[in-house]
């Protein structure tokens, strides 16, 4: 049975109660725009998950040098989505 408390907003389990939101980018040849991508949605998210489709240009390289909160996938990799 749902706690009823809990579900209004009153009573001391409230607080600990958190939404999350992770991101999913499907990226390949964007050097030039995924900073820009991430960057947009970083403050809002707990998580950022890219998977790089490919990328013959420093796409990973770029998001590597700096310090996000990210999980890259490459398409090597890309049976763990579709299992």
Do not use: H
């Not at 749902?2 to 607080?15: E, K, M, R, V």
């Not at 939404?19 to 050097?31: F, K, P």
């Amino acid at each position: 049975m749902l706690d009823l408390t809990i579900a209004t907003g009153q009573g001391p389990n409230f607080a600990m109660i958190k939404n999350r939101l992770a991101v999913w980018m499907i990226v390949r040849d964007d050097v030039y725009y995924v900073d820009m991508a991430i960057k947009s949605v970083l403050p809002f998210v707990d998580g950022i998950y890219i998977l790089d489709n490919g990328s013959s240009d420093r796409t990973i390289e770029k998001i590597e040098a700096k310090d996000y909160r990210i999980t890259i996938l490459t398409e090597e990799r890309s049976d763990l989505i579709c299992s």
